[in-house]
């Protein structure tokens, strides 16, 4: 199927307008009473800083809690029914809540839906948080492949969210929107990616008037059957994976075990697009080498520069 057969199979199932153009700096907080689309972490899966990480760019944060940063992780918010949903479900998933409920508190909004993109440790393992030893939640909608859903199902600890009812089990397909309300749907795409249990998707999040990809994990943008650059011209924002700045991040490391699209490969990539294109791009997933966690450093000023954006916690836009 071609990418504009499943962007209009999308639009269909969730009778959206077509997106228009990026947002200015001006127009990224939404109004009250509008769905909208919150960011609620931007590192990658083990956080900033990270477990065993004490060298200089780490202790900035060990020693100044505003420096810290949350697993990447967004949320929709849709006060017209009521409800709210997550991508990604996160290690820091009790602080993400608490986020969410000072935005859209539990008395006025449901969870009406988790959306997990893959198996690896920051975008599922904050399920855990439902289950009997903490929140003791029930039939909490979480949304998975079919690989994920047999991964959930058939070991523990996770299976126990299922056999207790904490979690239902929710069957995506990909290219195959799901309807959420007459507001929302979303699209799961298959990505490649370091698949050892379950599958990868981006999602495609169609709102009322804007649709956004959150995409923070594939192997590399030349090993995908769909072109970025044509998938940038069919959405508002994207959210894409940016865990590495440049290939000489970890030194010591074979960074061919843990590919990822250096962020210095989608300047290249993304070079001739047109300013209107860039700047629907908005990078997250920074390991905690990367200096785009650095507020003001010269990596962000240049991603700025280029025509881009570097995701921030407590992004607000609108959909």
Not at 62 to 71: E, G, P, S
Not at 126 to 149: D, L, N, Y
Not at 193 to 213: C, M, N, S, W, Y
Not at 286 to 313: C, D, M, W, Y
Request: net charge negative; with cysteine.
């Amino acid at each position: 199927m071609s990418l504009r057969a499943i962007l209009l199979l999308s639009a269909l199932a969730a009778s959206c307008a077509t997106p228009t153009a990026a947002p200015t700096a001006a127009s990224t907080i939404a109004s009250p009473s509008e769905v909208y689309l919150q960011v609620l972490g931007v590192a990658q899966d083990a956080g900033y800083p990270q477990s065993g990480c004490y060298k200089e760019h780490c202790q900035r944060a060990w020693h100044n809690l505003a420096k810290r940063r949350a697993v990447s992780c967004l949320a929709v918010v849709d006060p017209e029914h009521s409800s709210k949903f997550l991508f990604d479900a996160t290690p820091d998933m009790p602080e993400q809540l608490q986020m969410l409920q000072q935005l859209a508190p539990d008395a006025d909004f449901d969870l009406d839906g988790v959306f997990l993109t893959h198996g690896h440790i920051g975008h599922y393992t904050g399920i855990m948080f439902f289950g009997r030893e903490a929140q003791g939640s029930q039939a909490v909608p979480v949304h998975v492949m079919p690989r994920m859903s047999r991964f959930l199902a058939e070991n523990g600890p996770w299976s126990q969210l299922v056999a207790l009812g904490n979690i239902q089990l929710l069957a995506l397909a990909d290219q195959r929107a799901t309807t959420l309300n007459s507001n929302l749907s979303v699209t799961p795409l298959l990505v490649p990616h370091r698949d050892e249990f379950t599958e990868t998707v981006g999602f495609l999040i169609r709102g009322p008037q804007k649709t956004a990809l959150y995409l923070p994990d594939i192997d590399k943008w030349d090993r995908w059957r769909i072109d970025i650059r044509d998938l940038l011209e069919d959405v508002d924002y994207a959210f894409l994976d940016a865990t590495f700045f440049a290939a000489d991040e970890l030194p010591g490391r074979n960074m061919s075990e843990i590919p990822h699209p250096y962020v210095e490969e989608s300047f290249a990539l993304f070079a001739d697009l047109p300013a209107a294109l860039k700047a629907k791009v908005w990078f997250i997933h920074f390991n905690h080498t990367n200096p785009l966690l650095i507020e003001g450093s010269a990596a962000q000023k240049l991603v700025e520069q280029k025509g881009f954006h570097v995701a921030r916690q407590g992004l607000r836009l609108p959909m």
